[in-house]
Structure formats: structure tokens, C-alpha cells
């Protein structure tokens, strides 16, 4: 880890201003992806701003009836919140999948959504990466890539987005508030990561010194029909295989709308929008949204060592929407 | 149930572990490792790590000191530019700082020559060779009767190949030590599984007398086979130590133990059985293919544990190993029978299927009366009574054994059930008793308690054998000034330490009883040596024995495995601390369970190393994982080894679980999986709608 | 409105930090994790490393209360909150704390490396689920939080055990919510 300097930034205009005029500068949230990061080598920032001060740990109701959550929120405080749990179950079912009790207790929303891929060349500064160092290579294909992406890679990176929370916040439509050089603005969640292509450095579309300060859930009513579904090597305190957030709106046995993510198979959380085409109008039946699955999956370029995945996610996709689904009387699964 | 007696001092934090002895003036090293798995170090440039301020050294093949000893290749270290493996240590910082030796061991930059490196274990690799033992130095290749006309002539046959993945020991407390040299004698604080095998060999490493080496290791964090032999950090700490006339602390980071510190080798494993029609075995042949690195040879015993399991006229077992460039492989938690009964049990489990026989019933019928190959009777062995007792209380009757037959919402269900096999044997070692004229005794013996209560079991039989109360009885262990004694290693702890204490605790009582009770002002001393008794003991066949019951549930959707019990009865001997030899044996099974589930480190073959090298890509059973686990015992002698009558519980715990689990996985599923880990991909079948 | 904060390029600072109870003022390099802090700076070894990189568990303390993993938490960053850790969990006059007794009682440890950490999750996770904060294991999000076994697993899955201890750490904690 190399050497840096520390400020607590007094407020956002600063903590962007002082980002952005200072090279090697970067915002210093909980910590538990940078800190990390740093001690890789991965990251190594000259100077890091802390802003956990200045951001907002609340969560407020919004105009509209929805929710705007500090980006300083805790994860475990965001799980814990009971507008969350009874509005957003799949919000708050997400976040308690991530990590570990200790983690989620330090990790802020803001940081959550700009963590890093958990690919094991990317973590590891001996070896090529085209992500790190552009034009390096991609060692994943031929090496290691059981955990990696089966959509939305490119020939130059299959890394995958490891955050549930971000998977969730997909699925509910979220918009991104940031504070930047001019001055305040939001982004839907779905426009601010890109996808790798032939530039896998660039991840956000955010610029030098954006600082998230809020994510703003609209109102869904029939959000508190949703859940959140992880699958993992281990019981517990592991990245996901592969995990889906869904949300569904079923009345007299069809689907008025359906929202759909997918996690831990993409480079950034996948809304699965040709699944939840296929479904709309349609019986909310396990024949449907099997073939809302094949349909988003069709998509789907494996490499050799993560095909299963394409079983597993339309597996738990079918399930999560059976279980949704039967919720409500008359559903059927 | 006596209570672990360091229970308080490690649930307070006082327990003080090697890395946190602070001398005065401490300095920090840490290691340099190469990225090339074959070649040579070309140049190594340091001039970027010494510019920074607080770096004390950059210690590489070039500067480094002369070490006189260098028959142990893999603590010769910065002798040679040759690179043997990938995350071998080539140089190092020593820094004033941890933050400032961290920083700088990523600013030394060294070049390589690299060579086209083989990292890849093969069946029929062109290099497999036939060693000449295997570890510890059992026969490499056994044969009896005509394997080949039994097996091809039998009613019933299994023919099938095992493997199970390298896998690493991961104690939860690297590998850390504190060195400090006065003069010529060397103090090192060193988190090890023997404190005289450590101070000896470092002796050696040196070129010095063994008395010029003191090494302490009050409390161990776990070793699991990694720390019975001391490893390239202890050399480091020492080496830095003398360069820069300071302390000197090194601890190995997580992920470069993945490389430096021991791991198990993977294998492949061919099992085939012939069998009459009711399941009795006529011909039994196991073989084992394994790999080791260039610079040490160590084979795993995999088939030795087949030689004495089970009756069978005719019968073979062979080791081959070749040299790849890879980290040295050494002990880690059984070694020889985790992997081996892993690959045996299962394929006792396919010929169950295959005959149509109880799996519990097969194993009773091929029960043996004597060591099957070499024809010594057992000292003692009641695998039957483990087999019987855990199916009575793991509700084993009537078990249905069709598989994929029986299912609960999602979950597929299933049993499965393996025997567990370790050696029981006992190493010399000394101790020495002192009593005080004020009636306070002291019992030193230079083992080492690795978490596995061997304190409180020492002191138990002390106190048993003196005849007073342990609160009378002080018991300094953890040194290698003291008595010298065996590791913590192999199950042979506690028997050959308490050998060697009961012996000297006797002569001590014999002494006190002849002098009526008097003792003088000097006190009374009673020095005990066990290296006759153990050398006297008959050659019989000495093994701990156990069953193992597995119930798994399989999510249908997902291939989600989870184990909602697990029942291991074990016939060890007398259990001197029952809380802590429960809690061994359930740890043991825990580690099986995370072999079964969990664990495996995937060689890359472009770089030559496991590219997930650290605890978030190598994963052990958390909490989570782990639901109902009891592990209990059946009474048993053990006439011949040593007074104290115990085999030793430490390893047998691990030993046959992940083949229960993998019996239950394919009672549940129809899926027999025969390539450990058993990860969901294995199991992933397309959900019907 | 944007304050006037220079930034300077010292790479250590005074720091001062609360722990136990009692107030330390330190000059750290930056870099310098409260793990590290604590082990090497202040004498204070009782919380262990194991992985250094927030996959074990083992440096858990609390900080105002909640269980975090002190070798991801900067030690400059760490300034303001109130660090326990597990040498200031048990009473003034040496009392053991519950956990502590009932991790004894109930043999929950071996090698004792994991220990320290997981009794100082233990002791915040009976607060969260006092708290009524749901996990991943919980039957329902908005009904009442019941530490049962799943419950208490799932709830320290972020401490790993290599011993092997699980089953005796569930008793203990199980003892502890009784």
C-alpha cells in the first residue's frame, strides 16, 4: 500500500472539488472494498477523502411516496429499516445476502454500488487484466472463470458486478442521485454502469469527482410482492453464483408487470427487460416464465466453465416468480 | 466435564500468540515472492525499496547470508536464484514498520529467466515414477494372492477413479514468528506444532548447536499438519534478524501461505473391488497418483489405510508421484487416510449398490480378524460396534436404498454412511516432574497445544498419576528448553506426551513414598524417557477406528447441498477430556464436511499458481454450513500404547465424512460424484416445469 | 457552499483514539489499520489477524457498539467512535462477560485464534437482534426476530472457525439468549 493523505471533506461541493483538482484523489465511504483494494495494490490513491461524515445515513420518505436513502446509509441499517423490509423486501432480503454482519455494518450504499469486480486476475496486480492495465489481456478465458459473466461480457472482460444490493435497486428502478462539477443531478441506476465492450477500465458513466450522495426508490405498490433469491457456494458470507431479484404484479392470474434482475452473472446488475416482455399480459404460470427465462437467456455467451449458469438462473428465475406468484391466491406454479 | 484449562485466558485475550511478542526495537519482515513457477532470478533491483524511509534491509540472493545448512531446500532461503515454484520466497524488507516493509517488498523488482513450467497432474503422466517410500515412510507398493484373476473372475466389480483437489490447511492464525539473536543463541517466538523439532532443525539451518536455539510457542492457532516442521517465515525472522542486529517479526500473509506453508496434494485415485455375490471381497486394489514439487519429494499414503481395512485374499496397492512445479505438498489434517478412505469408502458405498447390500451390513461382512496384509492382530478394533451403535442412533433401519426417491418441497433427501480409520502410535519423548517442599509440583514436557486441549490433558493425567488434585500441579509446555517431545502431529500428541509425564509422574510418587512423604528442602526431580518403551512395543496392528452418518438435503432448483447431520462413534482408546475430545472429533468432521462441500484450490496452468488465494476464494465451512454435528465414543482399551491407553482423537474426525456426504449427495440425487468438491454445477439439473 | 479545507501531503497524523474506556493519542502513518493499531501500536492483542483482508472475521471489535471488522477500518477513520474490544468486555473486577463464561462452559473454542473475534460479534449480535433487525435466515422480515439455531448460524457465518468449533459457539450463544 502506498502512502496517502487523509482529509474529511466539510461538505460535497468540497469532497468533489477537492477530487477532482487533486490527481490520486478518491472518496473514502466504509472502506470495505477500498481499504481492501488498497491492500491488493489494486487501488492506490494518494489522497482519500472521507465523506461518511457528510453524506446522509437517513432515509427519507419521498414526495412521491417512495424512498431517497442517504448514500451514507449503512448496509445493516438499510436492511433493518421497516419501511424497507415492508415495502421493499427484495431490497432489504438483498442487502442481508451480502457480506457478513460485520460488513454490512460498515459498508455504505454509496460504496456498495461502486465496489469492484471480485474476478481473480482483476484482484491480483502480477498477472494481465485488461480492466487494471487496458490491452493487458484477459487471462479468465482460458484460466479461472467459474464465477464470471454469461451476458454482457466481451472478448476483453467477463468480469461480473458482485453487489446484491445493486441487483435489487435494478429491479426497482432506482435513480442515482450525484453531487458533480455542476452542481447536483440523478441518473437511473440502469444508465449508470456501462457495460465492458472494449473499454472494461470504464465502469460508470460517472466523471472525476461525482460523489453519490443519495439513491431514490420511486414508489412501486406492488414491490411488497418481491424477493430476492442468492445462490452461493456456501451457506453463507459468500458471493453470489448467481442470484435474481424480482417483483410481480399478478391480477386474476396474469401478470400486469413483472421487474426482474439478475445478479452476479453480468458486469453490472442485469434487469432482464426481454424476460419481463415475454411476461407481461401472460398467465403467471411456471410455463411462462420459463419461457420469459429462455428468452432473456437466449442472449446468454458462456464460457466453457460457467454454461451451468445458464441452467441455474433460469431454474431460479421460475422459482422466485412460482413463489411470487403463489403469494396471491390463485397463482400458480 | 472439566473445562479446557486455557479457556480463560484465550476467551479474555490474554492468550499471547507467536506475532504478538513486541521486544523492544522489533522490526517487521516481509517477503518478496516470485511470479514465475519455473526458472531463475535474473537481477533484483532494490533501490526503490531502500529509498524509503524506515527500510531497514532488502535481503535478497545476492547479499544474503551464507547458510550452513541447506539440506531442507525449502528453508534454504536466498541460497540460489533457482525458482522452483510459483510464490516461493526470493527476497525480502525489513522495515521499521509493518506498513513501510509491506510497501516496500511491492518495490522490489526483480527479473526473471522464466522456463515452460508443468503444473498439471495427470493419470498417465509421462513423469510418474515409483517413490521409494511414502510418507512417513510406509512401503510404497503392497501386493498379495492375484489381484488381476480375482478381479476379472469376481460376480460383482467396481471399477472407478476418485479425485479429490489440492486443498490448504488454513489455520485461522498464520504462520507468524519473532526471532531475537544474544549473541550466538537464537529466541524465536514461533507459531509451531513442536517447539524441539523446530528448534532443531532451525539449529541446523544455521550451522549451530541445538542448545543455541530456544524456540516458544505458548499458544499454537491451529496447525493442522502446516506447522509440524518449521516453514521459510521462521528462517526469515531469524535470517533478518541477524542482518539488521534487531527483532525481527514475520507472520505469512493469508494468500502466501497458499504457497509456502504446505497444502495437501490432489490425487487420483483408481479403487476397484471384486466381490462374491453377498457382497464378501475377493480381490481389493487401490491406486494412488499424486504429484509433489521439484524440490522435495513427498508422497501421500492414500492407499495406505485400504491395507488394513477390510478382508480380501487377493489384492494391490501402488503410489506413483511426479515432480511438478509446484509448491511442496506436506501433512495437512490426515494425510493419507482423508483422501484415501475418501476415495475407498465411496466405492464400498458403489459396491453396496452394486450387490445390493446394506451399506453398513457390506462393511460388517468384510470385517477382518487380523491385519489383512501383514497378518498382525489388531491391539484393538471395534469398527463393527461404531457401525452398529451409529446406526442405531442415526435411525438407520429400514433405510430405503433406492436413490432420488425421496423428496421434501425442493430438497432431495438422502443418507450415507463410511468408515473412519487413523493409526494410533506414540513417539519417544522426555518429561520432567519437580515437588516442591511446599507440596507444589511442576510438570514440564516441551509439547504443544494447538487447540487441542493437550494442557488440560496433561494435566488430568498428571493428577491421576500423582495422586493430587491439578490444582496442585503446574504445567509449563510450549518450549523447547523444556524436556524435549514430540509435535503435535500425527494423533501422537497426547500418547507420547502422556507417556512420558505418567512415567516421570510415577517415579516422582515412588520417590516421595520412600522417603515416607519427606520432602527435602531441594524438592525431589523425576526425569522420564519413553524412547525404550516405545521402541519395546509389540509389532501390532494399532489403529483408532469410527463410522460416519451423513443425512443431506439437495435443492432440486439450484444443487444447493446441505448437511442437516452428521453422526461420527469412534472406538480411540480411553478419552482423557471428554468436552475437548468431543469437541476434536467434531472439528475433525466439520473439516470434513468442508472438504466434501468446500474446499479446493484450482491450479491455473498458465501461471502455476491457485488463483483463488485467499479465504473469500478458498472457502471453509462457515457457520452456516454446519447444522447438527455430534460425535460420540464406545468404550474401548487399549492395552499396548502407553499407560494412558489413548489412540488419539485429532485426525480421525476427518477421515470417511466426505464419503458419507457423497453417498448421502448420491442417495438423494442419483448423482454420484466422484471429484471432490461437491459444488451445486455437479448436481445442476434443468428444473421441471 | 463549499468550506476551505487545505489538503496537506502528510501521509500520518496524531491521531487519538477510544478504546476501552480510555483516550490514546497516537502519531500514525495513514496506512495503519485499528487492527494494527490496536496489536501493534497499543498492546492490545487480544484481537487477532487472520486474514487481513475482511474474509475471516477473527479482528472483529466493536465500534459504538456495532461489530466491525477492524483490519478493513483505518485507524485515522476510526477516530471519534468507541472501540471494545475483547479485553474490555469483561467487568471491572475481571468478571467474565456472558459470552465469554458461556464460550468456556460450553468448550466453543480450541486454538483460540478465532475467539476473541467471535465473541465480540456474538456480543453485538445479540443487540442487532434485540434491535428487531432481521438476517438472511429469518422466516419473515417484519415479524419479531426469534434467535433460534438457523438464526444464530446465519448471524455469524462472518466468523470463520477452521477448528471446527460451530457447534459448541451455537450452544454457548444459545445459552446466553435463554
Redesign the interface.
Given at each position: 500500500?502506498?502512502?496517502?493523505?487523509?482529509?474529511?471533506?466539510?461538505?460535497p461541493?468540497?469532497a468533489v472539488?477537492?477530487v477532482r483538482e487533486?490527481a490520486g484523489?478518491v472518496f473514502?465511504g466504509g472502506?470495505?472494498n477500498l481499504?481492501?483494494l488498497?491492500?491488493?495494490?489494486v487501488a492506490a490513491p494518494g489522497?482519500?477523502v472521507?465523506v461518511?461524515g457528510l453524506l446522509s445515513g437517513r432515509t427519507e420518505r419521498t414526495a412521491g411516496g417512495g424512498l431517497l436513502i442517504g448514500a451514507g446509509v449503512r448496509n445493516?441499517d438499510l436492511?433493518?429499516d421497516?419501511r424497507v423490509?415492508?415495502e421493499f423486501?427484495v431490497l432489504?432480503?438483498a442487502v442481508?445476502?451480502g457480506?457478513?454482519?460485520?460488513?454490512r455494518?460498515?459498508a455504505t450504499v454509496g460504496g456498495n454500488l461502486l465496489q469492484r469486480t471480485?474476478c481473480?486476475?482483476f484482484q491480483?496486480v502480477?498477472?494481465p487484466c485488461n480492466k487494471r492495465v487496458p490491452g493487458s489481456g484477459c487471462?479468465a478465458r482460458?484460466?479461472?472463470h467459474?464465477d464470471l459473466a454469461i451476458l454482457g461480457g466481451s472478448p476483453h472482460c467477463a468480469a461480473t458486478h458482485p453487489s446484491d444490493m445493486a441487483v435489487a435497486l435494478a429491479a426497482l428502478d432506482a435513480v442515482v442521485h450525484v453531487e458533480g462539477a455542476a452542481g447536483p443531478r440523478v441518473i437511473p441506476l440502469g444508465e449508470m454502469y456501462r457495460l465492458p465492450g472494449g473499454e472494461p477500465d470504464r465502469e460508470t458513466t460517472l466523471e472525476r469527482g461525482d460523489l453519490i450522495t443519495a439513491v431514490e426508490l420511486p414508489a412501486l405498490e406492488h414491490a411488497a410482492r418481491s424477493a430476492y433469491r442468492k445462490?452461493r457456494?456456501?451457506?453463507?458470507?459468500?458471493?453470489g453464483?448467481a442470484s435474481v431479484a424480482a417483483a410481480l404484479d399478478v391480477a386474476g392470474g396474469i401478470v400486469r408487470e413483472a421487474r426482474i434482475a439478475l445478479g452476479a452473472v453480468a458486469p453490472l446488475p442485469w434487469r432482464a427487460r426481454r424476460a419481463e416482455q415475454v411476461l407481461t399480459g401472460r398467465p403467471a404460470s411456471?410455463?411462462w416464465f420459463?419461457r420469459a427465462a429462455d428468452a432473456e437467456l437466449a442472449a446468454a455467451a458462456p464460457l466453457p466453465g460457467n454454461a451451468?449458469k445458464v441452467?441455474?438462473v433460469?431454474?431460479?428465475v421460475?422459482?422466485v416468480l412460482g413463489e411470487l406468484a403463489g403469494a396471491r391466491a390463485g397463482g400458480t406454479a | 466435564m472439566t473445562a479446557r484449562v486455557d479457556g480463560p485466558d484465550k476467551v479474555t485475550g490474554r492468550a499471547r500468540y507467536a506475532f504478538e511478542h513486541h521486544p523492544d526495537g522489533v522490526a517487521y519482515a516481509w517477503a518478496v515472492t516470485s511470479?514465475i513457477a519455473k526458472g531463475a532470478i535474473r537481477s533484483v533491483d532494490a533501490a526503490q525499496a531502500l529509498a524509503l524511509p524506515g527500510v531497514l534491509a532488502v535481503i535478497t540472493p545476492d547479499n544474503a547470508p551464507r547458510l550452513p545448512g541447506t539440506g531442507d531446500p525449502e528453508l534454504a532461503l536466498f541460497q540460489s536464484r533457482a525458482v522452483a515454484y510459483r510464490g516461493q520466497f526470493v527476497a525480502a524488507v525489513v522495515a521499521g514498520t509493518l506498513?513501510t516493509a509491506?510497501?516496500a517488498a511491492?518495490r522490489v523488482v526483480i527479473s526473471y529467466e522464466p522456463e515452460a513450467h508443468d503444473v498439471t497432474l495427470t493419470a498417465g503422466h509421462p513423469g510418474l515414477y515409483k517413490p521409494d517410500f511414502v510418507n512417513p515412510r510406509y512401503q510404497t507398493d503392497t501386493a498379495a494372492g492375484d489381484f488381476d484373476g480375482a478381479f476379472a473372475a469376481a460376480a460383482v466389480r467396481v471399477d472407478a477413479t476418485y479425485r479429490t483437489p489440492a486443498e490448504h490447511n488454513h489455520p485461522m492464525e498464520p504462520h507468524a514468528a519473532v526471532a531475537a539473536w544474544h549473541d550466538d543463541t537464537l529466541t524465536v517466538y514461533d507459531s509451531t506444532q513442536g517447539p524441539s523439532r523446530t528448534a532443531g532443525q532451525i539449529a541446523v539451518v544455521f550451522g549451530l548447536e541445538p542448545g543455541q536455539v530456544r524456540v516458544i510457542a505458548e499458544h499454537v492457532g491451529g496447525g493442522f499438519g502446516a506447522k509440524g516442521m518449521p516453514r521459510p517465515n521462521v528462517i526469515l525472522a531469524a535470517m533478518a534478524a541477524r542482518v539488521t542486529g534487531r527483532p525481527v517479526k514475520c507472520a505469512v500473509t493469508r494468500p502466501q501461505m497458499f504457497a509456502v506453508t504446505g497444502h495437501r496434494a490432489p490425487s487420483i485415485q483408481r479403487v476397484r473391488l471384486g466381490a462374491a455375490p453377498d457382497g464378501r471381497l475377493t480381490a481389493l486394489c487401490h491406486d494412488v497418483v499424486g504429484q509433489t514439487s521439484t524440490l522435495k519429494e513427498f508422497t501421500e499414503q492414500s492407499a495406505v489405510a485400504t491395507r488394513h481395512m477390510y478382508a480380501a485374499p487377493h489384492r494391490r496397492t501402488t503410489h506413483r508421484v511426479v515432480r511438478l512445479d509446484v509448491p511442496t505438498p506436506s501433512w495437512m489434517r490426515a494425510p493419507g487416510e482423508c483422501p484415501g478412505m475418501f476415495a475407498l469408502e465411496s466405492a464400498m458405498d458403489e459396491l453396496a449398490e452394486a450387490c445390493r447390500i446394506d451399506p453398513v451390513e457390506l462393511r460388517i461382512r468384510n470385517e477382518p480378524a487380523v491385519h489383512p496384509e501383514t497378518g498382525q492382530p489388531f491391539s484393538s478394533r471395534h469398527l463393527t460396534a461404531c457401525l452398529r451403535e451409529g446406526a442405531a442412533r442415526f435411525g438407520w433401519a429400514g433405510r430405503d436404498p433406492a436413490p432420488g426417491a425421496r423428496r421434501d418441497g425442493?430438497w432431495l433427501t438422502g443418507t450415507g454412511v463410511a468408515a473412519s480409520t487413523y493409526p494410533a502410535r506414540a513417539m519417544a519423548s522426555q518429561a520432567r516432574v519437580t515437588v516442591s517442599q511446599a507440596g507444589r509440583y511442576e510438570v514440564s514436557i516441551a509439547a504443544a497445544d494447538i487447540g487441542t486441549g493437550a494442557r488440560t490433558a496433561l494435566l488430568a493425567v498428571a493428577a491421576e498419576a500423582l495422586g493430587v488434585p491439578a490444582a496442585a500441579i503446574g504445567l509449563r509446555i510450549g518450549d523447547s528448553a523444556l524436556p524435549p517431545a514430540m509435535i503435535a502431529g500425527g494423533s501422537m500428541g497426547t500418547a507420547s506426551w502422556t507417556w512420558a509425564v505418567i512415567k516421570a509422574c510415577r517415579a516422582l510418587r515412588d520417590q516421595v513414598r520412600d522417603r515416607d512423604g519427606a520432602v527435602p528442602p531441594g524438592g525431589l526431580t523425576a526425569d522420564a524417557d519413553t524412547a525404550a518403551d516405545v521402541s519395546a512395543l509389540p509389532a501390532h496392528a494399532r489403529y483408532s477406528f469410527g463410522a460416519q452418518f451423513a443425512e443431506v438435503r439437495v435443492d432440486a432448483?439450484?444443487?444447493?447441498v446441505?448437511v442437516p447431520r452428521l453422526l461420527g462413534v469412534f472406538a480411540a482408546g480411553r478419552i482423557i477430556s471428554p468436552a475437548q475430545a468431543r469437541s476434536q472429533l467434531i472439528g475433525g468432521m466439520t473439516m470434513g464436511l468442508s472438504m466434501a462441500l468446500?474446499e479446493e484450490s484450482?491450479m491455473?496452468?498458465?501461471?502455476g499458481d491457485y488463483?483463488?488465494h485467499d479465504l473469500?476464494?478458498y472457502?471453509l465451512?462457515?457457520?452456516?454450513?454446519v447444522q447438527d454435528i455430534d460425535a460420540v465414543w464406545i468404550d474401548e482399551e487399549e492395552p499396548e500404547l502407553g499407560p494412558a491407553g489413548a489412540k488419539g482423537i485429532g485426525e480421525v474426525g476427518i477421515v470417511g465424512t466426505a464419503a458419507a456426504i457423497a453417498g448421502a449427495v448420491y442417495h438423494a440425487t442419483g448423482i454420484r460424484v466422484r471429484d471432490l468438491p461437491i459444488?451445486?454445477?455437479k448436481l445442476?439439473?434443468?428444473?421441471e416445469? | 457552499?463549499?468550506?476551505?479545507?487545505t489538503?496537506?501531503?502528510?501521509?500520518?497524523?496524531e491521531l487519538t483514539l477510544r478504546v476501552n474506556g480510555a483516550v490514546h493519542r497516537l502519531h500514525l502513518?495513514?496506512?495503519t489499520?485499528l487492527l494494527d493499531a490496536l496489536r501493534e501500536h497499543l498492546g492490545l492483542t487480544g484481537t487477532k489477524k487472520g486474514c487481513?483482508?475482511?474474509q475471516c472475521?477473527a479482528c472483529?471489535v466493536l465500534a459504538d457498539g456495532?461489530?466491525?471488522?477492524s483490519c478493513?477500518?483505518?485507524a485515522?477513520?476510526a477516530q471519534g467512535a468507541e472501540i471494545t474490544t475483547i479485553e474490555g468486555l469483561a467487568g471491572p473486577g475481571g468478571e467474565l462477560h456472558p459470552v465469554q463464561a458461556a464460550f468456556v462452559e460450553r468448550d466453543a473454542l480450541q486454538c483460540g485464534y478465532c475467539t476473541p473475534g467471535q465473541i465480540c460479534?456474538a456480543t453485538?449480535?445479540l443487540g442487532?437482534a434485540a434491535?428487531?433487525?432481521?438476517?438472511?435466515a429469518s422466516a419473515s422480515?417484519?415479524g419479531p426476530v426469534t434467535l433460534d439455531a438457523a438464526e444464530i448460524?446465519?448471524?455469524?457465518?462472518?466468523?470463520?472457525c477452521r477448528c471446527g468449533a460451530y457447534v459448541n459457539i451455537l450452544a454457548a450463544i444459545a445459552d446466553v439468549v435463554s
Open positions: 500500500m502506498r502512502p496517502f493523505s487523509y482529509v474529511v471533506a466539510p461538505d461541493a468540497s472539488a477537492m487533486r484523489a473514502l472502506g470495505t481499504v481492501d488498497m491492500k491488493l495494490g489522497t482519500l472521507d461518511t445493516s436492511a433493518a421497516p423490509r415492508a423486501p432489504a432480503q442481508l445476502a457480506a457478513s454482519g460485520q460488513l455494518n460498515m471480485r481473480l486476475y491480483d502480477t498477472k487471462p482460458a484460466g479461472e467459474r445462490v457456494d456456501r451457506a453463507s458470507y459468500a458471493f453464483v411456471a410455463e420459463g451451468f441452467t441455474l433460469r431454474n431460479i421460475v422459482a | 511470479v506498513e509491506r510497501d511491492s425442493r432448483d439450484t444443487g444447493e446441505r468446500h484450482a491455473d496452468p498458465e501461471f488463483p483463488n473469500a476464494g472457502h465451512a462457515a457457520h452456516a454450513d459444488r451445486l454445477d445442476l439439473t434443468r428444473s416445469p | 457552499m463549499m468550506a476551505c479545507v489538503i496537506t501531503d502528510q501521509t500520518s497524523s502513518d495513514h496506512r489499520t487481513d483482508h475482511g472475521g472483529t456495532r461489530r466491525v471488522n478493513l477500518l483505518l485515522v477513520a460479534s453485538a449480535m442487532e434491535a428487531g433487525w432481521p438476517s438472511a422480515l417484519t448460524r446465519e448471524r455469524m457465518s462472518g466468523n470463520l
